[in-house]
């Protein structure tokens, strides 16, 4: 059996050689770990061999809408990073087509083929099935979109730029509270689904913090559509404001027929309300919707600047977050290789936990003890059909 | 006031699915699971008509409607009609119509994605009145309008007409009616496709009353629908109505007064008190078969 494995083995490594042979014939060598290590630091790190880094994101299925515009953030960062000298990455994107089980297959296959460090999963569900096989294998992972609790804790290797739903809340409360004055509120919120549940807990929790009261809570399916009954109830503690932890699909028609039934007090969402299609779907209806957002569309710092005309100019179309967290990611990728200039991923590891105040599209950004991202959040007001900053 | 409103549009909504739904099951015996697909899919090519058609809703109504009914005798033809012979009939009627509601599903994920869709804004006006302080839209009145004339229409198509003879003849019994010169298959065609037809609008209402169409929307009113023509009393159409907007109520009242996550509890439980004192429904008559 051991000689047998063995031949395999070595059969394997002969057809690796191979097709290593094969892709490479522009001259360099990326055969095995020695070229991953270059000399210089910063700008001047040269490393001789392609850094792979394999991203896994949902391309089809029910999360499609967000891996496309995270496809397009990564594909355009990584043109950029081409520009520079020095280091040259290899991004490989692969679509887990919504399934963890796909997700943890590509995993599997990043964490043999030698990626340097895995972007992604799209979905919180799917990393944190398939996170574990990266910290395992000891291979870095940057998660680019996952806001559920649960998924740093995972361990020493896995990391994320994406703000989760717990920075956000408070700070969401916080402005709203200052700009309306709350006093009361009534909190809707679907009790079936972990991650309304979670932004509800969040929620609370902030609300009592800003010695807001909660006059009311109501509870729904994630798969309501028809909320007036529970409005009508909403409506009669006349609230101040209606907080609502929903998803995308239960919060538009929750704010349709709210105006509908003349409840015109500011709405409070939580993540889920962050999509261009709550002003699409409900036009008039989603006006004074509050938000709050890792990314501020509308940030005049340069590298959001120069992030917004790129993307318009590439794909004819306006970025979303999920965009723009993927396209940092990458930057900050690339920050972490230069930092030790070395792609072996112990080295990226401890270079990731390192980063501190780099300038980004997402503003300052620093990767804290928790490895969680770290930045300022924006609080939005949905304006004239587009979102502005609450001020 | 307003929650009365509200219980009662939602009920009506809950009655016109289940109006459809009733002229099958309880005239033909036939239990058609495809329905709630006939409703989603009716909603999914009734926002296609308007979006890209281009069409006004009320253009487009019609359009559904003969497209419900084509539906319908597909679901006829493929899912009852070649099993009719059979000893188990009703069950294998049952299962095959599934089957043909999960192909609906899955066609129209592929057609038009998982993603949830609607009417484009301002396809519809958005009048609104004020009755004693309680808002209402005119859509709500639209459907509850729609569901009352229906359910006339159909009662005095299927007491006073020919063709109403021939479907409770059917129904009593097929050979029989075959004898006396009633062409059964073409009355149990025109009923399945009546019917889907109705599902087919009431698809249409519901996406634009509560501004969303999603995959799952047939299957999220099917058991209510179930519920409403059991507790109305089998095949009878006011019982439909009526049943429909009891539970719309019961659900509202819940809300009111117990709490948001006691809705199904209180309105299903409501259900069964009421089968436990009339087991026939509401308006059913007891079914006396002498031997």
Excluded at chain 1, 314 to 336: N, S, W
Excluded at chain 1, 356 to 362: A, H
Aim: charged residues 15%; aromatic residues 8%; proline residues 3%.
């Amino acid at each position: 059996m051991r000689t047998k494995l063995s031949t395999v083995a070595a059969a394997g490594a002969a057809a690796l050689l191979l097709a290593s042979c094969g892709s490479g014939e522009g001259g360099e060598d990326t055969s095995a770990s020695g070229g991953l290590t270059g000399e210089g630091s910063g700008e001047s790190c040269t490393i001789e061999g392609e850094v792979p880094i394999g991203a896994v994101l949902s391309l089809t299925g029910a999360a499609a809408s967000y891996g496309e515009s995270q496809q397009r953030g990564l594909e355009l960062a990584a043109a950029e990073l081409a520009e520079n000298d020095g280091v040259t990455y290899d991004l490989t994107i692969e679509d887990d087509q919504t399934d963890p089980r796909q997700a943890i297959t590509l995993f599997d296959e990043f964490v043999n083929d030698g990626a340097s460090l895995i972007i992604g999963p799209t979905l919180s569900n799917a990393a944190i099935q398939a996170d574990p096989i990266a910290q395992d294998a000891g291979v870095p992972v940057l998660g680019i979109s996952n806001t559920a609790a649960g998924v740093t804790e995972i361990g020493d290797y896995i990391f994320r730029d994406s703000l989760t739903e717990q920075a956000v809340i408070p700070q969401t409360i916080a402005a709203a509270t200052e700009q309306f004055g709350l006093e009361d509120v009534v909190v809707m919120y679907s009790n079936d689904d972990a991650f309304t549940e979670s932004g509800y807990e969040a929620f609370s929790a902030a609300l009592e913090e800003e010695g807001v009261e909660v006059s009311e809570t109501i509870t729904f399916s994630k798969s309501d559509t028809d909320f007036r009954a529970l409005l009508t109830q909403a409506q009669e503690s006349d609230p101040d404001a209606i907080v609502v932890s929903a998803l995308i699909e239960a919060a538009v028609p929750l704010v349709t027929q709210a105006r509908e039934l003349g409840i015109d007090v500011p709405i409070i969402g939580g993540n889920g309300f962050n999509n261009p299609r709550l002003m699409a779907d409900a036009g008039e209806a989603a006006e004074g919707v509050v938000v709050g957002a890792a990314w501020n569309s509308s940030s005049d710092n340069p590298e959001n600047q120069a992030f917004l005309e790129a993307y318009e100019a590439e794909y004819d179309a306006a970025p979303d977050q999920f965009a723009a967290q993927a396209y940092t990611g990458l930057k900050l990728v690339d920050q972490a290789v230069r930092a030790n200039c070395s792609a072996e991923r112990d080295s990226i590891q401890q270079a990731l936990g390192e980063i501190e105040d780099v300038p980004t599209v997402l503003g300052e950004f620093s990767i804290d003890e928790n490895r969680d991202a770290e930045h300022p959040a924006v609080v939005q007001v949905v304006e004239n059909g587009s979102f502005a900053v609450l001020e | 006031m307003q929650q009365l409103l509200n219980g009662i549009f939602i009920g009506s909504i809950y009655a016109l699915f289940a109006i459809g739904f009733t002229l099958v099951f309880g005239i033909l015996d036939r239990l058609n699971l495809a329905h709630p697909a006939v409703f989603a899919a009716s909603a999914f090519v009734g926002i296609e008509l308007v979006e890209r058609g281009g069409l006004s809703l009320w253009a487009a109504l019609p359009i559904v409607f003969v497209f419900g009914a084509v539906l319908g005798l597909a679901i006829e033809r493929l899912a009852f009609r070649p099993l009719k012979g059979r000893a188990d009939a009703h069950f294998a009627g049952l299962i095959s119509s599934i089957a043909l509601a999960g192909m609906f599903i899955a066609l129209l994920q592929w057609r038009y994605g998982p993603d949830t869709r609607r009417f484009p804004t301002g396809s519809f006006p958005d009048t609104r009145f004020e009755i004693a302080g309680a808002q209402v839209t005119l859509v709500q009145v639209v459907i509850l309008a729609v569901s009352l004339a229906l359910m006339v229409g159909l009662t005095y198509m299927v007491t006073r007409t020919r063709l109403g003879r021939g479907m409770r003849a059917v129904a009593e019994n097929p050979t029989a009616a075959r004898v006396l010169g009633v062409n059964v298959d073409r009355v149990t065609a025109i009923t399945f496709a009546i019917s889907s037809a109705l599902g087919a609008v009431a698809g249409v209402l519901f996406a634009i009353n509560v501004n969303t169409a999603q995959l799952g929307m047939g299957a999220a009113i099917e058991l209510k629908g179930l519920a409403v023509i059991i507790v109305g009393g089998m095949g009878s159409l006011p019982g439909a109505l009526i049943g429909g907007l009891l539970l719309g109520l019961a659900e509202v009242f819940a809300v009111q007064y117990i709490g948001s996550s006691w809705i199904d509890v209180i309105a299903f439980g409501l259900l069964f008190v009421i089968l436990l004192l009339r087991p026939q429904g509401l308006l059913g008559a007891r079914k006396v078969r002498e031997v």
